[in-house]
C-alpha cells in the first residue's frame, strides 16, 4: 500500500510540475539545452509546482516505508506505475483524451502489480559493502554529468536522457535507502550513502524539471520509469539479497516485465491524436495530428497565468 500510494502521488506530482515548468520558461521560448537550474528556481515560484514538491515528499516518505519492508524490485514496479497515475491525471488536468489502449496498458500494469504482490518476499538481509556505498555516491555525480552531456543532443534526445537521469538519481535513492543503517550523526555523517541520497535525489528532480519543460511529459517520464526500476532492482537481488516467496521466482520476474513493459506502453502511445474538423483543423482545447500532450500543457499553463 505505502509503495502505490507513493506511485499516486509521484505520477500526479509529475503532471503538476510539467504545468509549472512550462509556465516557467524564459518569455519568448529561450531556453538552454540540458539542465538548467534557473529553471527550477523560476518553477518554484509556481504553486502547481510547489503542491508538486508536497506530493513528492509525502510518496517519498511512502517509498521509504515500503523500501524497509519490500525488495527494491517490487517497490521500483509499484512506483513505475506513477507513469499509469500521470497519463491519468493528464487526461484530468490537460485535457488530454486517453485511448483504449492506454486505458488497456493502465489494467496491463495493474495486473503486473498484482503478480508481483503475490511473488514478492521480505526485503534482502545483506548489509551493502563499502564499495556499494561509494558506488552509489559515484553514480549520483554522473546523474550530473549526465545533465550537461544531454545538452548536446537534438530536442527529441533531449527529454529521454534528462528523463532516464532523473531515473538513475531516483534509483540511487531507492538503494541508498536501504544502505543507511543508523539514523545517528556520526553514523550518518560517515556513511557515502547519505550524501549519495541526498545528491542523487537533487540531480535527479532538477533533470526531471528540465526534462519535463524541454519534451513531451510522457517521453520525460517513460525514461524515468527504465532508470529507476531496472538498475536498482538488479542492485536489490545481486548485492543486497532481495528474494521472492519459495517457487515464485518465474512469477515476480514476469510481473515486473509486464508492470514496465505496460508503463512504457503508456509512454508510446501517451499521446492520441486530437480530432479535427471538416476542414482539417484541430478541434479547440486539443493538439494537432502529430503534436504531443505538451501543446495542453503549454496553452493551459499560458491561461492560469492569464487568469
Avoid at 125 to 131: C, P, Y
Avoid at 283 to 288: D, E, H, I, R
Amino acid at each position: 500500500m505505502c509503495a502505490l500510494g507513493a506511485a499516486v502521488c509521484f505520477g500526479t506530482a509529475t503532471v503538476l510540475q510539467a504545468v509549472a515548468a512550462r509556465a516557467a520558461a524564459e518569455p519568448g521560448g529561450a531556453q538552454g539545452g540540458g539542465a538548467d537550474a534557473a529553471l527550477l528556481l523560476r518553477a518554484l515560484r509556481q504553486w502547481r509546482y510547489l503542491a508538486g514538491l508536497a506530493l513528492d515528499g509525502l510518496g517519498f516518505l511512502l517509498q521509504i516505508a515500503a523500501l524497509r519492508s519490500l525488495p527494491i524490485y517490487a517497490v521500483g514496479a509499484a512506483l513505475a506505475s506513477s507513469l499509469a497515475v500521470t497519463a491519468v491525471s493528464a487526461a484530468r488536468l490537460l485535457r488530454v483524451r486517453l485511448s483504449g489502449t492506454e486505458w488497456a496498458a493502465v489494467g496491463v500494469v495493474c495486473a503486473g502489480l498484482a503478480m508481483l504482490g503475490l511473488a514478492s518476499g521480505t526485503e534482502g538481509g545483506r548489509d551493502g559493502s563499502t564499495a556499494l556505498k561509494w558506488s552509489m555516491l559515484a553514480a549520483a555525480l554522473a546523474v550530473l554529468a549526465l545533465g550537461g552531456v544531454a545538452g548536446r543532443l537534438p530536442e527529441r534526445g533531449r527529454a529521454l536522457l534528462l528523463g532516464l537521469g532523473a531515473g538513475l538519481g531516483f534509483g540511487v535513492v531507492e538503494v541508498t535507502v536501504r544502505l543507511i543503517d543508523s539514523l545517528g550523526p556520526a553514523a550518518l555523517f560517515t556513511n557515502p550513502a547519505s550524501y549519495a541520497l541526498v545528491l542523487g535525489g537533487g540531480a535527479a528532480f532538477l533533470l526531471l524539471t528540465s526534462a519535463l519543460q524541454r519534451g513531451s511529459v510522457t517521453t520525460a517520464t517513460a525514461g524515468m520509469v527504465i532508470g529507476e526500476t531496472i538498475g536498482p532492482a538488479a542492485i536489490g537481488v545481486v548485492w543486497l539479497g532481495d528474494r521472492t516467496r519459495e517457487g515464485l521466482s518465474w512469477l515476480a520476474v514476469l510481473g515486473f516485465a509486464v508492470a514496465v513493459a505496460g508503463a512504457l506502453a503508456l509512454a508510446r502511445f501517451g499521446e492520441a491524436p486530437a480530432a479535427t474538423t471538416t476542414d482539417g483543423t484541430a478541434v479547440a482545447g486539443t493538439a494537432p495530428d502529430g503534436a504531443t500532450a505538451d501543446g495542453a500543457a503549454v496553452a493551459g499553463a499560458e491561461a492560469a497565468e492569464r487568469g
